[in-house]
């Protein structure tokens, strides 16, 4: 079996542009809204209903075919940060320059960078409240 490069990945902005295709499920390679690549297997997302950023590892090391999986959700830039330094994502000083550099909060970065935000009440700084009103919105979809 071949070793896979175990070299540092620089952080990445990514952006897709208009001629490339690309998908609304979080779980692919080429969910539309990653807003960085921390390592080959860890990236941060703005989830697709635009409430939370996601840490997400991939279930299989690059070349191979996997699918990304949230291990960390939160609705502010520390509440991202702490998961990514518990899991050394942060050793790379351009990896923690690009995560200083989002918003304080989630409804900040949907504001600034023009994503349509989702229906629900967002409380102001109070994230169990926001939890809350997931919860309502959940049980109101599924009834």
Do not use: H
């Amino acid at each position: 079996m071949a070793n896979i490069s175990t070299a540092p990945v620089r952080p990445t902005i990514c952006a897709f542009t208009s001629t490339q295709s690309y998908s609304r499920r979080e779980r692919d390679d080429s969910y539309r809204s990653v807003i960085v690549w921390l390592a080959p297997r860890w990236r941060v997302i703005i989830c697709k209903d635009t409430i939370q950023f996601i840490l997400q590892k991939r279930s299989v090391a690059p070349p191979n075919t996997g699918t990304w999986a949230g291990k960390s959700f939160s609705t502010t830039r520390d509440g991202l940060m702490a998961p990514c330094s518990e899991r050394g994502l942060l050793s790379e000083p351009s990896a923690r320059q690009v995560l200083e550099a989002l918003p304080s909060d989630v409804r900040d970065y949907v504001s600034q960078m023009g994503l349509p935000r989702d229906r629900l009440d967002w409380p102001e700084g109070n994230d169990d409240a926001c939890l809350s009103n997931l919860r309502e919105a959940a049980k109101a979809f599924s009834a």
